[in-house]
């Protein structure tokens, strides 16, 4: 097995004048399952064909343990790749998509099968082996996709949003099978999702990407935590930390009634600042921003309120996780405020942290 470096490879389509992934450095340890995360069009894609060989690297290299992989070919790579429509054969049995890859490349009919059984076993597709596709349910048909690379015992292994034509509940479970498997098998693993739940609780690390450029790459507990920027802040946590701009003040910002204490070397160089606080980080009391509620959603032990205040920018959304059974009612005027050291704050613009 074998860890992944991507070092500063980019890649730009023909007739684009912007790169569609700028400048990635990024180190993949041996045996680690990172998630690649982002919005739709950031680049995720076409960072994992970079890797699996079917996207041309216009600069930088890709290296798979000690190996420059950056011109060779796909099918010399030792990476297996589960796509996010499984493409299985439908006139093949399970067991033959399974074992397909392994026939071409000219592996022995009973090396295939101890093979295949061997996967079977793990993905508990043993009483299907002989069914086609199409009899399957969804969830078995992730599970022969992901049967397909494993045969292959492959250094590592590319996955591209593998759950998303899977329905809500069974995603969850998929994502906590897929998580275990992984950890069982200890391959190297790159898996893309758009969705940050997704990413939370599945990867060791997790990178963030926007428009072709890494944020950031942390655990999941370093992204939500110590978010590098307002977009990783924003991006990062359901629902998303409130980001509310303040003009700076003597000692911090004014939060209402409360004031939240500013470094005076940041309110020198900031005269206006992005103020970041967590939901679950909002404590209602006497003094604070007053909040109108809007919405309130129980949740059974808490409840999300959502509501807006005025700054003096302007109206803006706030949402406060609040605990109890005696929960405000729509239209009812909250007062909140940050726990002490509970916040963020970013740069206006740029939305660099700041601290
Ligand atoms: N084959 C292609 N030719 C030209 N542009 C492409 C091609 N594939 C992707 N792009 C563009 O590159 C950017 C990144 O795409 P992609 O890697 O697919 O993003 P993601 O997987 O994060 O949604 C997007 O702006 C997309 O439109
Ligand atoms: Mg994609």
Known sequence: MAGVTFDAATRVYPGSDTPAVADLDLQIEDGEFLVLVGPSGCGKST??????????????????GDRDVTHVSPKDRDIAMVFQNYALYPHMSVGDNMGFALRISGVGTDEIARRVAEAAKILDLEPYLDRRPKSLSGGQRQRVAMGRAIVRRPRVFLMDEPLSNLDAKLRVQTRTEIAALQRRL????????????????????????KDGVLQQAGTPRELYDRPVNAFVAGFIGSPAMNLLEFGAEDGGVRFG????PVERSVLAAHPRL????????LEVGDRGLPVEVDVVEELGADAYVYGHAVLDGGPANVVARVR??????????LRVAPRPGSTHLFAVGDGARLG
């Open 47 to 64: 960072s994992l064909r970079m890797l699996a060989g079917l996207e041309a690297v216009d600069d930088g290299r890709i290296l798979v």
């Open 186 to 209: 200890g391959v190297t693993t790159v898996y893309v999702t758009h969705d940050q739940v997704e990413a939370m609780t599945m990867g060791d690390r997790v990178a963030v990407l």
């Open 257 to 260: 009634g409360a004031t939240v």
């Open 274 to 281: 992005l103020l970041g606080v967590r939901p679950e980080d």
């Open 324 to 333: 109890g059974r005696s929960l405000p009612a729509k239209g009812a005027l």
